[in-house]
């Protein structure tokens, strides 16, 4: 799996979908977005919003950027934002 992506703020597809988010209020000067960045999203209700990008583990140090299908519902990790 990527460990990080790129988003082009000067694609006008890109502008669309973010509704004038900026990446400067990312604090992404290269594009290039890695794990624990503030990175855009688009919410199940298609708004736009910054978040950072990664799980905090639980009980341990370090992030998550991935999470299996068969066990997110299990994990303590994930237990706010899966169901």
Not at 13 to 30: D, F, P, V, Y
Not at 39 to 49: D, E, G, I, R, S
Not at 56 to 65: D, N, Q, S, V, Y
Request: charged share 20%.
């Amino acid at each position: 799996m990527c460990g990080r992506f790129f988003i082009d703020f000067a694609d006008k597809n890109i502008q669309n979908l973010l509704g004038g988010l900026k990446a400067q209020e990312a604090q992404i000067s290269s594009g290039d977005v890695y794990p624990s960045a503030t990175a855009p999203v688009l919410t199940k209700n298609a708004a736009p919003l910054f978040a950072r990008w990664g799980y905090e583990r639980f009980g341990k140090k370090g992030l998550l950027i991935n999470a299996q299908s068969e066990t997110v519902t299990h994990e303590k990790t994930f237990s706010s934002s899966a169901a």
